[in-house]
């Protein structure tokens, strides 16, 4: 079994940056995307961001494109999440995701393993 652990959730008024991190305890597959989603209260978990094995191929939702940025660095199993100009809409919990499959299946919320969640609160 693989796990995910996010990191670097907190509060931060809007403007504001935050870095998330997510460490997968070992390497899940010989080839795998990584994402990151959120959940707001009251709302379906919804895609963020995904980057493919080679970091060639990235997707952002349309709602954080120009805000945010996702790399991985594969040797140590990890993706990031670089946060800028936070808004208050940007409030949820945020989950790391790990899929086999295509950034394009991953897109759809199609993943293998998730991570715990870590919450992010953007104060106005």
């Known amino acids: 079994q693989v796990q995910l652990v996010e990191s670097g959730g907190g509060l931060v008024q809007a403007g504001g940056s935050l870095r998330l991190s997510c460490a997968a305890s070992?390497?899940?597959?010989?080839?795998?995307?990584m994402g990151w989603f959120h959940q707001a209260p009251g709302k379906e978990r919804q895609f963020v961001a995904v980057?493919?094995?080679?970091?060639?191929?990235?997707y952002y939702a349309n709602s954080v494109k120009g805000r945010f940025t996702i790399s991985r660095d594969n040797a140590k199993n990890t993706v990031y999440l670089q946060m800028d100009s936070l808004k208050p809409e940007d409030t949820a919990v945020y989950y790391c995701?790990?899929?086999?499959?295509?950034?394009?299946?991953?897109?759809?919320?199609?993943?293998?393993?998730w991570g715990q969640g870590t919450q992010v609160t953007v104060s106005s």
């Open positions: 995701a790990v899929s086999q499959g295509t950034t394009t299946t991953m897109r759809a919320g199609l993943s293998d393993y």
């Open positions: 070992r390497r899940p597959f010989n080839y795998y995307a």
């Open positions: 980057i493919s094995w080679n970091s060639g191929t990235i």
